[in-house]
């Protein structure tokens, strides 16, 4: 890799707001209706996936099976009651440091996109008044493929005109770190280092990322020698 970053992508749940307990809570409700007990534990699995593929995994750890029509169905009653939760949310949902850093960004004329499994991500970026920060926004309404497929961040790195090298991803999810990883492009997870190991570089909030960081810790130690 050479050493220049110009597009910045970033995943949405988990990186700009912190929606895991919302999709969370709204699939307990759903397990319930089948009478099994969806586990927080679990719930790392799901970050980053689908909401089909979330549901198929729910099923598997219950030992349940349901027709495709019967999953529509499902994953439509979860989604209502998934945006029964996020619809007070406000641009204080932010998570810390996040806007003022992508803004930063744009002060650089750095270019910035969306990479995100979510179908909801427009209303969400609305809800919290930054959706006028993304140059593209790549959600689950324009992939086949779910993370670690990296066909999410390819997308955004094209609608930016960004050559995937150049790009440098914000993930919380494992699958997401693996995803950015086959797309060939720098990597920061925002989370847990136990779990985000993979990842160039962790921070647990924005709040302590600058741009002189970026370089210094992500760019320096991929500086061919
Ligand atoms: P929706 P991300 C992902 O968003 C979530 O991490 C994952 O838990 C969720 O199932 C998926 O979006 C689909 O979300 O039901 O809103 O379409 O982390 O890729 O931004
Ligand atoms: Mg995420």
Not at 16 to 37: C, P
Not at 205 to 211: A, D, E, I, R
Request: with cysteine; charged share 30%.
């Amino acid at each position: 890799m050479k050493g220049e970053i110009r597009g910045f992508i970033f995943d949405l749940d988990g990186v700009i707001v912190d929606t895991a307990k919302y999709h969370y809570q709204s699939w307990v409700r759903l397990a319930k209706t089948f009478g099994y007990h969806f586990r927080k534990q679990d719930n790392e699995a799901l970050k980053g996936v689908s909401r089909m593929q979330s549901l198929e995994i729910i099923l598997r750890l219950a030992g349940e099976k349901r027709s495709a029509a019967e999953k529509e169905i499902m994953c439509a009653q979860k989604n209502e009651w998934y945006r029964e939760l996020i619809q007070g949310m406000t641009k204080d949902n932010a998570l810390p440091g996040v806007n003022r850093f992508i803004r930063n960004l744009r002060r650089r004329n750095k270019k910035i996109a969306l990479g995100s499994a979510s179908k909801n991500a427009r209303t969400i970026l609305k809800q919290i008044k930054m959706i006028h920060l993304f140059d593209a926004i790549v959600d689950g309404t324009n992939i086949s493929k779910g993370k670690p497929d990296p066909e999410v961040f390819i997308k955004a790195a094209k609608a930016l005109k960004v050559k995937t090298e150049e790009c440098l991803v914000f993930e919380d999810a494992e699958k997401g770190i693996e995803a950015a990883k086959a797309a060939g492009m720098y990597t920061v997870g925002v989370g847990d280092r136990k779990i985000l190991h993979e990842a160039d570089l962790v921070i647990s909030t924005f709040n302590q990322l600058t741009w002189r960081s970026i370089k210094s810790k992500i760019l320096a130690s991929k500086q061919d020698p």
